[in-house]
């Protein structure tokens, strides 16, 4: 059953027995002989008359749904109706908890995101010339870390953020030098969380999806950081990665993870998954856990045009030490949903 929930409904028809949109169950009884319409009660009587019409249309991003069955709100207690068991894949979607609310798009921001797009497109094709021309002495004395090419990236990715707003970072003091390999962990809640983590200066090995890699002068500069590639659907893909993942460590670089696997639609943490603390833990490196709050409002998921006003905070956490998976994983977790508790 295909449903979209206005968050302003209030009520419902008396002939359902309880509300349509309660989280506290999955089945909906629906009358056969009567439309189902869900609609602000303010236009409850319009839905009636058009349910009679089998009409279906959509008003502001809210899906109206009619059966193409005649309507009578006098035979509500008809003996002789029958009702319908169906279940809805989006039971409580409707409930406050379960909705994140969409801000208006203004001018101001649409504007803001395509003078950050010029900025950062510029300056990436004057610095992809110096990455190139580097690149030789790189592969030649540094291999593994390629130090050089990640003070580019930081040096690209701080001029693309500057203008636009500011990053407070707490922690800095947790950070390990350079030339320890850990691994690194965050929260994902925004296509803005790489600049921000290019910000920092620290040369890790990020994983991304093999299609990026096409993008000229983006993707250019990727191959020649050593970013790991990943096909998602793939497991051959997924297991290759790892086996990348785990030998770039042994060599003594970092890499970094985003545990959650994609990007955060409505700012909440994501359950983790344990690829990441399986490398730290058959390898017997640190995982330095990285809280990023403020990312996903300025920039968020789905809306990669826009660029709204607000400030960035990113909490760098103690390294943590372990041999087992599953406990490195709670633990890096709780620690992130911890700080983004107390900042919220």
Not at 89 to 110: C, H, M, Q, V
Not at 113 to 136: D, E, N, Q, R, Y
Not at 163 to 183: A, H, M, R, W
Request: aromatic share 10%; proline share 6%; with cysteine.
């Amino acid at each position: 059953m295909d449903v979209a929930s206005a968050p302003g409904v209030s009520s419902h028809p008396p002939y359902y027995s309880k509300p349509i949109c309660s989280s506290q169950s999955s089945l909906i009884r629906i009358p056969i002989n009567k439309g189902c319409c869900f609609a602000r009660s303010s236009n409850l009587i319009t839905s009636l008359h058009a349910a009679s019409r089998g009409v279906t249309r959509r008003t502001s991003g809210v899906q109206w749904c009619y059966r193409s069955i005649r309507f009578d709100p006098f035979k509500v207690n008809d003996k002789n109706s029958r009702t319908v068991t169906v279940r809805s894949d989006l039971s409580g979607a409707a409930t406050p908890e379960s909705t994140y609310p969409e801000p208006e798009i203004k001018l101001s921001s649409r504007l803001r995101g395509i003078c950050f797009c010029l900025v950062a497109g510029v300056s990436a094709i004057v610095l992809i010339v110096l990455m190139i021309t580097g690149h030789p002495f790189v592969l030649l004395f540094d291999r593994y870390r390629r130090k050089f090419h990640h003070f580019i990236a930081k040096l690209w990715a701080s001029i693309s953020i500057y203008p636009f707003y500011k990053t407070d970072i707490q922690g800095l003091e947790n950070l390990p030098s350079s030339d320890t390999p850990c691994v690194y962990v965050s929260n994902h809640q925004s296509f803005l969380d790489i600049y921000t983590l290019l910000s920092l200066g620290q040369s890790y090995k990020f994983i991304s999806k093999t299609g990026i890699f096409v993008i000229p002068v983006i993707g250019w500069a990727m191959s020649m950081m050593g970013v790991v590639p990943l096909k998602r659907m793939d497991p051959r893909s997924q297991v290759d990665c790892l086996k990348r993942c785990m030998e770039l460590v042994k060599k003594g670089a970092s890499v970094f993870f985003f545990p959650e696997g994609t990007r955060s639609k409505d700012g909440r943490l994501g359950p983790f998954k344990k690829g990441a603390f399986t490398i730290a833990a058959k390898t017997g490196v640190p995982v330095v856990p990285i809280t990023l709050m403020g990312t996903g409002k300025i920039m968020p998921t789905g809306s990669e045009g826009i660029l709204n006003h607000g400030d960035v905070r990113v909490i760098i956490h103690k390294p943590i030490y372990g041999s087992k998976a599953d406990l490195l994983c709670d633990e890096a977790r709780n620690k992130i949903a911890e700080s983004m508790n107390l900042v919220s």
